[in-house]
């Protein structure tokens, strides 16, 4: 199971220092949730986390490695994001936009295998999306999208999945929805989850 941690990090955007002197560690096969008011830096951490946002002070880690030396792939080996803003190709299938998680495992051709496709059927199949396989993203309901976006995160086959806000738009009923699979997800062998909440 990866081990991600943060040391003494600080991130800023030009001269304003939205994280300052952070250190913290992702807890295993757990839910870690970082609620917090809109602005207060929740989203720059899970992007600081990921190497999407670069730290101006101290470093991140997966397994004792800086994050800054690996390779890209290797973290998206261990990582998935879900960022808070989500966009699709206008007239993208359920199945394709699934089988965009195994991207960091596929080799030169971009091919599925067998592995792959397997994956993917689990993870439509985990988060109740596959009978919607063949439709068009753009087709579904803000609940059944957040949960095809989901599903392409668990086809990453990842240790850890960080969601920004994953609940943001949705009413209530698909609220508990998502709250419940992401729940039942950390039951998964060496799933671990962190996301952020708005207060």
Known sequence: MSEIKAENISVAYDDKVIIENLSTKIA???I??????NGCGKSTLLKSLTRIQAVKEGKILIDGQAIATLPTKEVAKKIALLP???ETTEGISVYE?????????QHYLGRLNEEDKEKI?????????YEFADKK????SGGQR???????????????????EPTTYLDMNHQLEILELLKNSTKMPKKQLLWSYMI
């Open 28 to 30: 295993h096969q757990k």
């Open 32 to 37: 870690t949730t970082i609620i917090g008011a």
């Open 84 to 86: 808070q803003v989500l």
């Open 97 to 105: 936009l699934v089988s965009y998680g195994r991207f960091p495992h």
């Open 121 to 129: 059927d689990w993870a439509m199949q985990m988060t109740k999306v």
């Open 137 to 140: 993203v753009d087709s579904l």
């Open 146 to 164: 957040q949960r095809v976006w989901i599903a392409m995160a668990l086809a990453q086959d990842t240790d850890t999945i960080f969601l920004d």
